[in-house]
């Protein structure tokens, strides 16, 4: 188990920067309180420019008329770290899954070619190609863990990050990294007991 925060109004993310192209990622978070915002996984990330598609859950339905007191599910792709136009991928209508509450939940993004499906709790939710909405397609990339923050400050619970690669040559493992002393970034990931503290980095400012 590995817990990290980010700075008050602003997203955090925890990034891998390897660079597969057919694969899925799963991670399984908690959150402390149903006062806490939110926190989503990402694929297909450009670690530079902060690309990639990412599956957000939002409690309360907070940005969207109509859904109040629930969690919901939108599926995105970002130009860059927390950055994107507003419109789900492929203006995708946001998935309403319960909650909120402090349960362990698991997210799972799968990339095959332009195809990507998202599974909240083992059931599928998303299945979407992206044709070119916005801009081309992202063809390969790292992952991510994120968050968001807004007034109420709380922590993030990230356990079992795993990638799977697709296909013949597939190399399966469980996503750990070593603490940096340059970044101060880990990415969550639960092949050892105990706990650690960090803080997961702020995207750019500008």
Known sequence: LLQGTSATNRAGYA?????WTDYSVEARASLPSTNAYGWGVSGRLNP????????????YGAPMAGHPYTWLLTLIK??????????SLSNSPAVNVGGPNTNLH??????????????FD???VFDQVDGGFEGPPY???GIAVGM????????????????????PTADNQVVVTPLSLATNLVLTGSTSTGTTNFAILAPPSN
């Open 15 to 19: 990034i891998f920067t390897n660079n």
């Open 48 to 59: 530079v420019t902060g690309a990639n598609y990412g599956v957000f859950m939002l409690p």
């Open 78 to 87: 970002y130009t860059g770290y927390d950055v994107w136009s507003g419109s």
């Open 106 to 119: 698991a997210l799972k993004l799968t990339f095959q070619g332009n195809r990507i499906q998202v599974q």
């Open 122 to 124: 083992g059931t599928n």
């Open 139 to 141: 063809a390969s990339g």
């Open 148 to 167: 968001y923050t807004t007034t109420n400050n709380y922590v993030l619970s990230v356990e079992d990050v795993i990638v799977r690669q697709l296909g």
